[in-house]
């Protein structure tokens, strides 16, 4: 994935069984024309992971929505980063809110399996964001950066090894989105913990927004100061929507 272009990704969550592989195909058939303005990325559920290989092509990226941290053994039900990259997976969500509160991911299990991916050669998007509560008391900024400073890797080896995505807990499936001032807020704060951390390397990591994206309000997200590209939830699951976002890179 290169700066200069937007990384473009949909977390299908838990929904699509064989029948929903037809808008993965839809949406690999369009996304080509687009390729000199972004990096496009579909996770579906892990059971769609080697049929969504299977019809997307060139021009889209498919990933994982979770990993294991370990590369195999007695952990009944997960997957591993190995298991992903075997079906051609490139990428893995890795401490998404629902899973960090869902399956108690601390920052530390979630540096884990982000740096599990690194070691197959995928590249994970490490989630971030705050609850409202945090961001009424003003706790926004500290907690998020806090987040990604201890659920980041501790070495990158090579630049854009590792994306991030700013995601508001209360922005998730609300149809809710932050404002364009507290994204790019959020986004310069992040910037500057991955720059402390990283040094250099810290300005080639991509940093996503996710939260109710959808193509009437891409635009303006996409568009914002320190926007590297989306994370989309509800919107990614059909074609038609998807395309929609991708339309208004
Ligand atoms: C998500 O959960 O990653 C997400 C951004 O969901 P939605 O777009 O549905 O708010």
Redesign the pocket.
């Given at each position: 994935t290169e700066k200069n272009k937007k990384l473009i990704a949909g977390?299908w969550?838990m929904n699509g069984v064989q029948a929903a592989l037809k808008e993965i195909e839809q949406i690999a058939a369009k996304v080509g024309d687009y390729a000199d303005k972004g990096t496009f990325l579909i996770c579906p559920p892990a059971t769609l992971l080697a049929g969504a290989r299977a019809v997307a092509g060139d021009a889209l990226h498919i990933g994982a929505q979770d990993c294991h941290s370990a590369t195999s053994g007695a952990f009944t039900g997960d997957i591993s980063a190995q298991m992903i990259a075997d079906l051609g997976g490139s990428f893995v969500i890795v401490g998404?809110s629902?899973r960090r509160e869902g399956h108690n991911e601390s920052n530390e299990a979630v540096k884990a399996k982000a740096e599990a991916a690194l070691e197959q050669g995928i590249k994970p998007i490490i989630c971030c964001g705050e609850t409202l509560e945090q961001r009424e008391k003003g706790e926004a900024i500290g907690f998020v950066t806090q987040q990604i400073a201890d659920s980041t890797p501790d070495r990158l080896s090579k630049d854009g090894e590792i994306a991030i995505a700013y995601?508001p807990i209360w922005?998730?499936?609300?149809g809710k989105t932050a404002s364009a001032d507290d994204v790019a807020e959020m986004h310069m704060a992040l910037r500057k913990t991955l720059v402390d951390k990283f040094g250099d390397r810290g300005h080639t990591i991509e940093i996503l927004y996710?939260?109710?994206?959808k193509p009437e309000n891409a635009n303006t997200l996409l568009h914002t100061q320190d926007v590297d590209g989306a994370?989309?939830?509800?919107?990614s699951l059909k074609a038609e929507s998807f395309l929609g976002i991708v339309a208004a890179l």
């Open positions: 977390n969550k998404h629902e995601e922005a998730i499936g609300t996710g939260g109710s994206v994370l989309v939830g509800g919107a």
